[in-house]
């Protein structure tokens, strides 16, 4: 395994972790993104279940480094500067935001991460193809040229 796909692995696990804590301090997040009861929390575990059975997949794919998930990821984390604009927005005022105001400006956060992990993979790209390490690429690259 290399460093673009721990960066990844390890920004699912963070990712899951907002997941649970969110819906343990703040479940009316994703009961108005659900459109339920905050006090319901059967469907809440249930899109808990859901996502955290999606990370799992992609993870999978991240270990066994296949490509569909690969350019999925890539995708999806490249648009995740959007919720940059998206949080200002919320926090300004000009649209609303599902929660209080310390959710909004973890997705900005989130976003960034998002962003750069997703610079990152198109670099690794670059030099070694899908989930293709950024620094062994570098490294192998300085012992060929040293020969």
Excluded: C, H
Excluded at 68 to 74: K, P, Q
């Amino acid at each position: 395994m290399n460093e673009i796909q721990g960066l990844v692995l390890s920004f699912f696990a963070l990712a899951w972790v907002g997941l649970v804590l969110t819906l343990v301090v703040a479940p009316e997040v994703y009961a108005a993104t659900l459109d339920v009861a905050a006090s319901d929390s059967v469907p809440l575990l249930l899109f808990l279940a859901a996502l955290s059975a999606f990370l799992a997949l992609l993870s999978v794919g991240v270990v066994r480094r296949w490509r569909w998930t690969f350019w999925l990821i890539l995708v999806a984390f490249a648009f995740g500067i959007l919720r940059v604009p998206v949080a200002v927005l919320q926090l300004g005022g000009w649209i609303d935001q599902p929660g209080p105001r310390w959710y909004a400006g973890s997705q900005a956060i989130l976003g960034v991460l998002q962003f750069g992990i997703g610079v990152a993979m198109l670099i690794g790209y670059r030099r070694g193809g899908t989930w293709g390490g950024v620094l062994a690429a570098t490294q192998k690259r300085a012992y060929t040229t040293r020969k």
